[in-house]
């Protein structure tokens, strides 16, 4: 009973993906965001496999188990570029392309309720700009407006937070990820304070980790967010 309560414990602990890996092997491949964009149909490959239809996409880290959007681009691939694309000029390695998509960008938690995840929480972001994918300007609490597919109420752990982009799943967290904005009402504004910005007069939360260097990526990152405004 002892050792139960400590596993129970210790999942709910869990705030990091990098903690979720470790904590749930089974569910490693909803972290490959590559196969969960096969998985979800959408037009997708890794690096060095040409794109099938020019246009707009997003190139991102197949893995990133630390978040905060690092390396994520927008980028216009071509058909034409096929021999680039191969020799890794407009994808590195470790990353994949992958259809862009347009619309609010959802973030929601969910809590197990028999044997299905309902929503209890949500957040719409909106990005400073689509050429900056870390900076958002501010998250609003809003209602739920989510679907899920019917195996990823298969998926049992202790948390579950999915984000979307209009009606489609770009993300599958196996944690919470709204905790900030848990305590508000909808149509509060959680507002991204970043380093080096003026200092606004409005309440102040700071991050979950105390220490900035868990949001510097060790120099990754060229935006670094060191708590919320709350509007």
Not at 16 to 40: G, H, I, S, T, V
Not at 127 to 137: G, P, W
Not at 151 to 167: F, P, Q, S
Request: net charge negative; aromatic share 12%; charged share 30%.
């Amino acid at each position: 009973m002892g050792k139960e309560v400590a596993r129970k414990d210790k999942l709910r602990m869990i705030e990091e993906d990098y903690e979720a890996w470790d904590a749930y092997p089974q569910y490693r491949w909803l972290f490959n965001k590559l196969e969960l964009a096969l998985k979800l149909g959408y037009e997708a490959g890794p690096a060095c496999v040409p794109v099938k239809k020019t246009g707009e996409y997003i190139v991102r880290p197949v893995y990133n188990l630390y978040g905060m959007g690092i390396s994520a681009v927008r980028r216009y691939l071509s058909i034409n570029d096929a021999e680039d694309i191969i020799n890794h000029k407009h994808i590195s390695p470790g990353h994949f392309w992958c259809e862009w998509f347009e619309g609010k960008h959802q973030s929601v938690d969910f809590i197990k309720e028999g044997n299905k995840w309902v929503p209890f929480h949500a957040m719409v972001g909106k990005h400073e700009s689509a050429d900056n994918l870390t900076k958002f300007i501010e998250w609003e609490v809003t209602k739920p407006d989510i679907e899920l597919p019917d195996w990823l109420h298969n998926v049992t752990t202790e948390k579950l937070n999915v984000e979307t982009i209009g009606d489609k799943i770009i993300e599958v967290h196996l944690r919470s990820g709204n905790d900030v904005g848990w305590n508000y009402d909808i149509g509060t504004k959680i507002i991204p304070a970043w380093k080096g910005d003026k200092a606004k007069d409005m309440k102040f939360l700071p991050n979950l980790h105390s220490d900035i260097k868990r949001y510097e990526a060790h120099g990754q990152l060229s935006n670094v967010r060191i708590g919320y405004y709350v509007a």
